[in-house]
């Protein structure tokens, strides 16, 4: 299908480390992302892996990718309430400056 | 990393009305500009891309009348509900593409559409 697919909502307690996975759509898809939401703000790109890559990891974040299964999980370590947010998936499956296909989000929500 | 700003950030317009959303790109110049709508609890779909200098590209079922589309200059794009009805109610957001290694998008902050 053409569905990037995302659990819809995840809690967790401030410190442990939170795990958001998304399957996307087309294997061939060169880019993989994560972007944040928080209310009144725009999109910010939190991360991103090359389709060549099997993990990426940036300070608190780490990326897995299976192509196989056409899998992408962000594992935030070490979350903080201020990481309370919706966190999209998105693919890239054509050429540099097209527009990318998101999952519909999973909203995080980090107690205290 | 490049400033996108939209404006205005939230309207409330009455049913018939049309309704006019800027978007920016402060630092950089954009030729290109994407149009995504999001529903409540729903994924970002993309609806135009906005070509500077062209008519606009338009995804399957979206209706180039009802939302007119203008790339007036290298830095702004403006979306124009016309004639809007309650269930054009959305959240609307653009995007600038960046040329680079990994052609990162700058998203604006969005604009909550509301249709009485």
């Known amino acids: 299908g053409e569905d990037v697919e995302q659990s819809l909502f995840l809690s967790v307690r401030e410190g442990d480390s939170s795990v958001i996975n998304c399957t996307y759509t087309?294997?061939?898809?060169?880019?993989l992302y994560w972007y944040k939401q928080e209310p009144g703000a725009g999109l910010q790109l939190l991360t991103y892996?090359?389709?060549?890559?099997d993990m990426k990891q940036d300070q608190r974040l780490t990326v897995l990718l299976n192509k196989k299964d056409k899998h992408l999980s962000l594992r935030i370590a070490d979350t903080q309430t201020g990481d309370s947010a919706i966190y999209f998936c998105?693919?890239?499956?054509?050429?540099?400056?097209?527009?990318?296909?998101f999952g519909k989000g999973t909203t995080l929500s980090v107690s205290s | 990393g490049a400033v996108v700003s939209q404006h205005p950030s939230w309207v409330i317009c009455k049913s018939g009305t049309s309704v006019k959303i800027e978007c920016r790109s402060l630092d950089f110049q954009a030729t290109t500009m994407f149009w995504y709508r999001q529903f409540p609890k729903q994924s970002l779909m993309l609806m135009a891309t906005?070509?500077?200098?062209?008519?606009?590209?338009?995804e399957q079922g979206v209706e180039k009348d009802k939302f007119l589309i203008n790339h007036a200059s290298l830095t702004l794009s403006t979306l124009t509900v016309t004639s809007a009805h309650p269930e054009d109610s959305s959240f609307y957001i653009c995007s600038v593409p960046v040329s680079g290694s990994y052609n990162e998008q700058f998203f604006g902050p969005g604009t909550r559409l509301t249709v009485l």
């Open positions: 998105a693919e890239r499956k054509d050429q540099a400056g097209t527009a990318l296909i």
């Open positions: 087309d294997s061939s898809s060169t880019y």
């Open positions: 892996i090359f389709s060549n890559m």
């Open positions: 906005s070509n500077e200098g062209s008519k606009a590209t338009y």
